[in-house]
């Protein structure tokens, strides 16, 4: 991030113009959906990396939710038939995932069941990318991702997207491994065509994108929804996006996608600025953040900065 893009967005961000109002209906699906994670104790169950699946559970717990991790489609689609939602994460893959994930998602569209996808590291590696390109049969509910894996996912989609702000032909960056190579405001064309495509799969038609950086963008495909503040050591510990992801699935038990997602992303915004304020480093960062996802109250995850366009 820090380029003059994110730059010129932070600062109109700043005037807090287009802030959604307190009582604005959105943040009052917001509140309800952090509310009811907080009574009801959801469980989303996960098929995710293992570089970051302990964080990935932790969070969700301290979201409030509840945590089982498999990678075996027998086990995920039964689970799925008890649980809310369900997560996706490609970060890390072994050769039988390509089938069991063909298996699980196929499942899920058969029975409506709603899920979430990381794709984590899109574009690398042809393993990776036929893993996700098939997903297009069969989408997810909800995409989060950083600005090259929304970017990427998009293309890999054969997606139309129209957007000013989008790279043309001429992009040539790739995704940094799992970080981000590209602006959040760049990916704006990619997460609008994305949400599109998915609402037009889902049988409620409702579905959204969420795009990770130091200004998070949330769309339903009609809507954008800039979400400023948080913090930058958010990007000094391994698992932010992917437990954001997690965490996302956990608030999708509760509420429809655009709340999901905004709730999710609010709530991490509002708990790491908490955590950066008392913390030394990554080490009691991360075990701050926990604590403060566990403290953070409904009604303070809704009164985030939402700006609208
Ligand atoms: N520079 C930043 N400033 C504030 N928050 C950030 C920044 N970069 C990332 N975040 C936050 O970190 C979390 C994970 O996002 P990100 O790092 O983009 O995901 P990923 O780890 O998948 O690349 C999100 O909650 C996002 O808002
Ligand atoms: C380091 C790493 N390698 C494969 S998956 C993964 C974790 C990525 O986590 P996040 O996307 O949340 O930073
Ligand atoms: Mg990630």
């Given amino acids: 991030?820090?380029?003059?893009?994110?730059?010129?967005?932070?600062?109109?961000?700043?005037?807090?113009?287009?802030?959604?109002?307190?009582?604005?209906?959105?943040?009052?699906?917001?509140?309800?959906?952090?509310a009811a994670v907080r009574d009801t104790t959801p469980l989303a169950q996960s098929f995710t990396n293992f570089v970051t699946i302990n964080f990935v559970a932790n969070a969700q717990l301290a979201a409030g939710g509840t945590a089982a991790m498999s990678f075996l489609a027998s086990d995920i689609v039964d689970i799925a038939a008890i649980c809310g939602a369900t997560y996706v994460n490609v970060g890390t893959l072994l050769p039988f995932y390509r089938h069991?994930?063909?298996?699980?998602?196929?499942?899920?569209?058969?029975?409506?069941?709603?899920?979430?996808?990381?794709?984590?590291?899109?574009?690398?590696?042809?393993?990776?990318?036929?893993?996700?390109t098939d997903m297009r049969a069969t989408p997810?509910?909800?995409v989060r991702g950083n600005a090259s894996e929304i970017i990427t996912l998009a293309a890999m989609w054969e997606l139309p997207v129209d957007d000013d702000n989008d790279l043309d032909d001429s992009r040539d960056s790739r995704p940094n491994g799992v970080e981000s190579a590209d602006d959040v405001e760049s990916a704006l064309g990619a997460a609008k065509a994305l949400a599109r495509f998915l609402a037009s799969k889902t049988p409620d038609g409702e579905a959204a994108v969420a795009v990770s950086g130091a200004v998070d963008l949330v769309t339903d495909g009609e809507t954008v929804y800039r979400l400023p503040g948080g913090s930058a050591m958010m990007t000094k510990i391994t698992g932010a996006g992917c437990s954001l992801g997690g965490v996302t699935a956990t608030y999708?038990?509760?509420?429809?996608?655009?709340?999901?997602?905004?709730?999710?992303?609010?709530?991490?915004?509002?708990?790491?600025?908490?955590?950066?304020?008392?913390?030394?480093?990554?080490?009691?960062?991360?075990?701050?953040?926990?604590?403060?996802?566990?403290?953070?109250?409904?009604?303070?995850?809704?009164?985030?900065?939402?700006?609208?366009?």
């Fill in 1 to 34: 991030m820090g380029t003059t893009n994110s730059n010129a967005i932070q600062s109109a961000i700043s005037s807090v113009a287009g802030n959604l109002a307190a009582d604005d209906p959105l943040r009052l699906r917001i509140r309800d959906a952090a």
């Fill in 100 to 132: 069991a994930l063909r298996e699980i998602t196929a499942a899920f569209a058969e029975t409506g069941h709603r899920w979430v996808l990381d794709p984590v590291a899109a574009g690398l590696g042809a393993d990776r990318t036929a893993i996700l």
């Fill in 140 to 142: 997810p509910t909800i």
């Fill in 252 to 309: 999708l038990c509760v509420a429809d996608p655009l709340a999901a997602a905004l709730g999710a992303s609010l709530l991490y915004n509002r708990a790491s600025e908490r955590a950066a304020a008392t913390s030394d480093g990554p080490g009691t960062f991360q075990q701050h953040f926990l604590d403060e996802l566990w403290k953070v109250s409904p009604a303070a995850i809704a009164s985030g900065d939402i700006v609208a366009e």
